[in-house]
């Protein structure tokens, strides 16, 4: 019943920008706190950034200053705004919905991958 369906991967240079786009249906959307994770061959999958019904947003170090999370209009789409890519950002990148609480049961998007080039 709850999907999550990612669009706006693909490749670009260090230094550009993209915005991955989600999808949300099937769930009461003011009842989860969304977000995005990511992972890569080698690495633990890391969360991203997160966006509480109340608009109240989270970063990982990582990704601070330059990534940005957002809930679009209508509101059952989620965005990340992602700018000054390096290669390190290369990942396989997942939305996802957590019940309740941003550390609540997860729903998982199937993904959409980010390849970023010197």
């Known amino acids: 019943q709850v999907q999550l369906v990612e669009s706006g991967g693909g490749s670009v240079q260090a230094g550009g920008s993209l915005t991955l786009s989600c999808a949300a249906s099937?769930?009461?959307?003011?009842?989860?706190?969304m977000a995005w994770f990511r992972q890569s061959p080698g690495k633990e999958r890391e969360r991203v950034a997160t966006?509480?019904?109340?608009?109240?947003?989270s970063y990982a170090d990582s990704v601070k200053g330059r990534f940005t999370i957002s809930k679009g209009n209508p509101k059952n789409i989620l965005y990340l705004q992602m700018n000054s890519l390096i290669p390190d950002d290369t990942a396989m990148y997942y939305c996802?919905?957590?019940?309740?609480?941003?550390?609540?049961?997860?729903?998982w998007g199937q993904g959409t991958q980010v390849t970023v080039s010197s």
């Open positions: 099937g769930f009461t959307y003011n009842n989860y706190c």
């Open positions: 966006i509480r019904s109340d608009g109240t947003t």
């Open positions: 996802a919905a957590h019940y309740w609480t941003c550390s609540g049961l997860t729903y």
